[in-house]
């Protein structure tokens, strides 16, 4: 059960970390400015600042005074799939909410999107994080209450919200093993300022509450929720429709491999002809992390001789087509909708994307070895549900068997999909701490 109880807090902001964080925040902010003039996101993130308060000023005039409003912070849209489902359920309590993130990736997403979120007075890029900034975001959304989402604290905005006594909470928090937080001595300190201004932390799992424990062991309002995004996957799930195949498509065995990156590709690749050679009703949907032309050529020539098409022209699409070669985005998820087994990019760069949306619809999945940033993907690991794969040959032993055998596939398909249902419901676990006092 969450701590209801309002925790006692440290209103004053630390006058030594104070001090520091904002001269190594005057610094940074100008080697950004320098750095900005040839890196291109950069200069789009500085860009989308333009004009802010503005926007906001605008945007927050349809506030209805007699409603609460609650502000979340969410780093990139990753986080907001962890907001999404909290934010409808307030909605649906006559709660209003405004939606900041820090990321260009989550501005990118959601103008791919055009409207705003339901729930959502607006969205938009948090201000840099200045005293004055923070002053005059708070003066501006007079917020009710502050709902931080998995790691992403702006250290001026948490001290000064505090200063004020607007209550804040920390929801679907994650600190990985290797963070500093949990490593760095000084940096925990640091934290310490940070988490003792929250009344309410609220941790995804275990290991996440003790390492945050080592920083505040005496905080009253630590708890372990579990993760929202299970919520939004499954939410989302229901509400897609099957994707529109070419004709004579999606009859087969059908593999997805998601948002791949080259080194995802190298591996795999080589495989996935060999499979199409061998096996007459494999087929496969290709989604390159970014389907740029250079990207999309390399998946041709590599292909080249085995019936394929890019979705964008699939009303021309060839006789026996094997191949669905996808040359736009934000089709990924209705695309495992459709499939059988798949393969998530990034597990050999950054870490692995999302492995909840196949898994959510009954598919057994594959990735690379990067994959301590996703707790459940270490989670269907140790189920037998989903697979690590460091190496071509790797790859291709558990592959090939799960193609040799349909009955096993499905049966692995259905155990990520339990596992994903077991770990819903974690959006109703922080709705009584957001709701308290409101």
């Known amino acids: 059960m969450m701590n209801e109880t309002r925790v006692p807090l440290n209103k004053q902001p630390p006058r030594f970390w104070f001090i520091c964080y904002n001269l190594i925040l005057q610094l940074f902010s100008g080697l950004i400015r320098i750095r900005s003039r040839n890196d291109p996101d950069l200069q789009e993130a500085l860009e989308g600042r333009r004009n802010l308060w503005e926007r906001l000023e605008a945007s927050l005039k349809s506030r209805n005074p007699g409603k609460p409003l609650v502000w979340f912070h969410v780093a990139s ?17 006559e709660v209003q909410c405004v ?34 900034n923070a002053k005059r975001l708070l003066d501006l959304m007079a917020p009710d209450k502050i709902v931080w989402v998995s790691y992403d604290l702006w250290p001026n905005h948490v001290w000064e919200a505090a200063h004020r006594g607007i209550p804040q909470l920390l929801i679907s928090g994650i600190v990985h093993q290797a963070s500093a ?7 925990q300190k640091f934290y310490r300022t940070l988490y003792n201004r929250l009344e309410q932390i609220m ?19 630590l708890s372990v929720m579990g993760d929202t995004r299970f919520d939004s996957v499954i939410e989302r799930r229901e509400q897609l429709d099957p ?22 590709e190298e591996c795999i690749y080589p495989v996935l002809r060999k499979a199409l050679e061998q096996s007459p009703e494999l087929q496969l949907v290709l989604v390159p992390h970014e389907p740029t032309e250079e990207h999309l050529l390399h998946a041709e020539t590599f292909f080249r001789g085995i019936p394929m098409v890019r979705w964008k022209n699939r009303d021309q699409a060839p006789p026996g ?19 059988d087994i798949a393969y998530v990019g990034a597990g050999f760069t950054t870490g692995v994307h999302n492995t909840m ?25 140790e189920l037998g549900c989903a697979f690590s794969i460091d190496s071509t040959e790797s790859f291709e032993s558990r592959f090939l068997s799960l193609l040799q055998n349909p009955e096993l596939t499905r049966k692995l398909g259905a155990q ?10 974690a959006s109703e676990q922080c709705l009584p701490a957001i709701l308290g006092n409101l």
Do not use: C
């Open 77 to 93: 849209a990753g986080e907001w799939l962890q907001a999404q489902p909290v934010i409808r359920r307030l909605s649906e309590k």
């Open 203 to 221: 941790l995804v799992s275990d290991a996440d509450l003790e390492r945050v424990r080592q920083v505040v062991p005496e905080h009253p309002g």
């Open 181 to 187: 937080r949990n490593t760095n001595f000084i940096v």
């Open 416 to 425: 990520a999909q339990q596992f994903i249902e077991s770990q819903a419901h």
């Open 321 to 339: 087509l094997r191949i669905l070669l996808i040359d736009t985005i934000g089709l990924l998820a209705g695309l495992y909708r459709g499939a």
């Open 357 to 381: 949306e196949p898994a959510s619809m009954g598919l057994p999945v594959f990735f690379g070895p990067r994959y301590d940033n996703a707790l459940e993907a270490k989670e269907m690991i």
């Open 243 to 264: 994707p529109q195949w070419p004709e004579g498509f999606g009859q087969g065995t059908l593999f997805v491999a998601g948002s791949t990156w080259p080194r995802d």
């Open 99 to 132: 939606l900041t993130y820090t990321s260009i990736n989550a501005r990118r997403w959601f103008g791919k999107r055009k409207e705003t979120p339901p729930g959502v007075l607006v969205h938009e890029f948090i201000p840099l994080d200045t005293p004055g």
